[in-house]
């Protein structure tokens, strides 16, 4: 069987992996000319960890990761004023990462019989009954078994097969941005921790990387989902009215092409395949940054397709059990980031302090787990299972998170 994977991101890479681990023939186009090296820090837990584990990438994962114990929210003078510590919010196994690094491990993982081609996007599909016809930039063809858009939230294979964006994109009301500057003096107020402005309607966030880089990440409402023509002028105009550290950020902010910019928004589909064609990751159920889940249900996702593929008879049929054994999951989690819209950037100062007061509740038995599964949903053993009967329940992953559901 071949197979031609539309984006080398999380999703696409982490599907290479795995087919061409079950004896797929495998080609990955991105129509960018390399690796993108944009994106903020990722929380990566939950089903893609188990995912990272069954795959074999985990050791890697943890010598780029970096352990943070706690999110600080902090006011315009610097003073901490809450704090929830991520243990409180995740019922198991966790790790920060940037997401540049998580595409590097991936990539590294690829076997050399995976023919990975940047700066070849997709033009044209052609679908027939024997397979698809991939039509490349350059005019240059493809013939498969199936293609896979892994290619985002702003899917070319989507618009191609399944009709324009507008039909599936649910904005949020936010827009965000992510970069990565040099200030010693930055790092230095950050290192070690996660800190985040105390504030209403917009908010900024700071890694302290462990090459003395400090990592930003942002967030703003906005009415308007449309992207400004200058990113970089943008950040700058919304954010200009905070304290603390954040006019240093702001004056170090690079260039357009140096930043991450985009809407925070889902994509919800009623089918997620046709004929040959299917997606994965963002293009078919991004769940946004609220959810806090993009990374890990991109790869968890890709890992559950590839099995569905390898243990059912037909690639109709393996599409199909894709989509029953994985839709639920997505939708839990799609719900909860609708659901956490206002308590993840509160829009009056009521709803700041009621989100203080449920950060110290996280810490209190028994009302803990209501705030975990309200931030972060309900925990899935279903990769842990997948990998169980594949492996042998002697050689699967390690023992269940508390909580976790079958």
Known sequence: M??????????????????????????????????????????????????????????????????????SYLDGAGRRRASLKFADVVRGRLLSIMRPDLERALRESLSG?????FGAGVTGVDTHSQGVRVTLTGGSTLEADLLVGADGVHSTVRALVFGEE???????????????????????EVRDRFCLTETIDRQMGFYGLRDGRVAAFAVHRATDPALPDDPRAAVRREYGSLGWIVPRALDRCPPAAAMYYD??????????????????????????????????????GAYVLAEQLARTGSIETGLERYEQVW???????????????????????????????????????GVDRYVASALAGKPTAIIRELDATRRGPERAAGPLPRGTER
């Open 113 to 117: 019989d995976v023919d990975v081609r």
């Open 166 to 188: 507008r039909h599936y994109l649910r904005y949020l009301g936010l827009h965000t941005a992510a970069f990565v500057f040099d200030d010693p003096e930055v790092h230095a």
């Open 327 to 365: 839709r639920p999951v997505v939708a839990e989690k799609q719900q909860v980031a609708r659901k956490g819209v206002r308590w993840f950037l509160p829009d009056s100062r009521m709803r700041l302090r009621v989100r203080r007061i449920a950060m110290k509740l996280a810490r209190v038995p």
């Open 263 to 300: 809407q925070v928004a889902q994509i919800e589909m009623p089918r997620w395949s046709r004929d040959r064609v299917v997606l994965v990751g963002d293009a078919c159920h991004a769940v946004s940054l609220i959810a806090g889940q993009g990374a890990s249900l991109g790869i968890a």
């Open 2 to 71: 071949k197979a031609v994977i539309c984006g080398a991101g999380i999703a696409g890479l982490a599907l290479a992996q795995r087919l061409d681990t079950l004896g797929w023939d495998v080609v990955v186009v991105e129509k960018a000319h390399g690796p993108r090296t944009q994106g903020y820090m990722i929380d990566f837990f939950g089903p893609g960890y188990d995912a990272a584990e069954a795959m074999g990438i985990l050791p890697r994962l943890h010598e780029f990761g970096y352990r943070v114990q706690e999110a």
